[in-house]
Each structure stands twice: as structure tokens, then as C-alpha cells.
T-cell receptor, first 113, second 110 residues
Framework: KQEVTQIPAALSVPEGENLVLNCSFT??????LQWFRQDPGKGLTSLLLIQSSQREQTSGRLNASLDKSSGRSTLYIAASQPGDSATYLCAVMRPNSGYALNFGKGTSLLVTP | DGGITQSPKYLFRKEGQNVTLSCEQNLNHDAMYWYRQDPGQGLRLIYYSQIVNDFQKGDIAEGYSVSREKKESFPLTVTSAQKNPTAFYLC?????????FGSGTQLSVL
């Protein structure tokens, strides 16, 4: 069974810092890995999707990497801002499940002014 | 305005009562999903449907039921058999590998 783990569970940084969120998964047989953002009491917003054949994806200040062989992904946020404060969820898409996702528990990020 | 609409935003269930959560999408997506989120936890898959009139159980389907009579709609019923229904419920849809989520329904037990 696929297990997805995110470290750390919570993180507080001052504005302007670069930071890294970590995600690991137990089964390397994945279609892709996705990073989402969730604000309190809200739905999820897709940030980045990395195909299993890719090593990284970038969008603005966000960069996500994927190492399938070691079962790891990182989300790098450059020059953090208070508006980045949210929970970040990592999810892997599993085979033969109609694009259903296995999620980690998330990292709660607080960026202080 | 395209998207996924979940209603109601807040729902309360009495003991022994069935309640239905609504999920509607106008994105013309084939696949739809229901996830449950508990505080401090990741999302867990309840049911998913890849086409109309067909659906499959996810990891935690016990105590829940769904229907998919129309492409746009995928309602979730939380039955009285679900003994711990308090959670945040999220509906999603996809046409390929990218999922789009609704804004969620918070279900609480009175």
C-alpha cells in the first residue's frame, strides 16, 4: 500500500527566506506526483504536477523535484512571503484508480512579516 | 464561471440520520472523486467515478454511498452506518491527470 509522508509537519519562517518542504513515498510505481496548497477551511489548489518521467517542474517562485528511485520529492519556495502561509500537500497518483491520489498529511507553513 | 460547486458549506447530522452532500461541476470532466479530510490528516479517498453510471470504492467507502446519474453531478450520502462522520469533505473532478477541487463541506454531528 502506498504511504506518503511529509516532513516537517509545521514550519515557521521569516519573510524573505528560501525554504524546502519534503515528501516521501513508499512505492515508486507512480504516474505522477502533485503539490497542492490548501488555505484554512478551503479546497485544494494545484501548484505543480511532475510526471513520473520528469525530474522537476517550476512555476514562478516554486520548484518541485522528483526522485522516483529514492521515493522523494521536494518543494522549494524562493523568497517566501506572508501570502505563502498555508498547508502544502503532496500527493502521488496511483495506477489503475482513475487518477485517484494518495495524500500526505501536509506541511503547515507560516511566513511571518 | 466554470468550476466545482459543493453544497452546503456546513451540514449537521443527527444520530441515525442519512445526509447527502452535493457536488456539481460544469467543466465537462469525466471523472469525479470524493475525499474525506480529518484535522491534521491528509485526504482519504471515499469513492470515485470515471464515467456516468459507474463508480468504484476508495479506501474508506464503508458507511457512504454515491450515485453518478449525470456527468455533472456526483452526490455523496453519509449513512447512519458511518459512526464517525465529522470531517471536511472534498469533491474533485478531472479530465486527465490534473484534479480540480471544490471548496468543501464541513459535516458535524449534533
Amino acid at each position: 500500500k502506498q504511504e506518503v509522508t511529509q516532513i516537517p509537519a509545521a514550519l515557521s519562517v521569516p519573510e524573505g527566506e528560501n525554504l524546502v518542504l519534503n515528501c516521501s513515498f513508499t512505492d515508486s510505481a507512480i504516474y505522477n506526483l502533485q503539490w497542492f496548497r490548501q488555505d484554512p477551511g478551503k479546497g485544494l489548489t494545484s501548484l505543480l504536477l511532475i510526471q513520473s518521467s520528469q525530474r522537476e517542474q517550476t512555476s514562478g517562485r516554486l520548484n518541485a523535484s522528483l526522485d522516483k528511485s529514492s521515493g522523494r520529492s521536494t518543494l522549494y519556495i524562493a523568497a517566501s512571503q506572508p501570502g505563502d502561509s498555508a498547508t502544502y500537500l503532496c500527493a502521488v497518483m496511483r495506477p489503475n484508480s482513475g487518477y485517484a491520489l494518495n495524500f500526505g498529511k501536509g506541511t503547515s507553513l507560516l511566513v511571518t512579516p | 464561471d466554470g468550476g466545482i460547486t459543493q453544497s452546503p458549506k456546513y451540514l449537521f447530522r443527527k444520530e441515525g440520520q442519512n445526509v447527502t452532500l452535493s457536488c456539481e461541476q460544469n467543466l465537462n470532466h469525466d471523472a469525479m472523486y470524493w475525499y474525506r479530510q480529518d484535522p491534521g490528516q491528509g485526504l482519504r479517498l471515499i469513492y470515485y467515478s470515471q464515467i456516468v453510471n459507474d463508480f468504484q470504492k476508495g479506501d474508506i467507502a464503508e458507511g457512504y454511498s454515491v450515485s453518478r446519474e449525470k456527468k455533472e453531478s456526483f452526490p455523496l450520502t453519509v449513512t447512519s452506518a458511518q459512526k464517525n462522520p465529522t470531517a471536511f469533505y472534498l469533491c474533485a473532478s478531472s479530465i486527465s491527470e490534473k484534479l480540480f477541487f471544490g471548496s468543501g463541506t464541513q459535516l458535524s454531528v449534533l
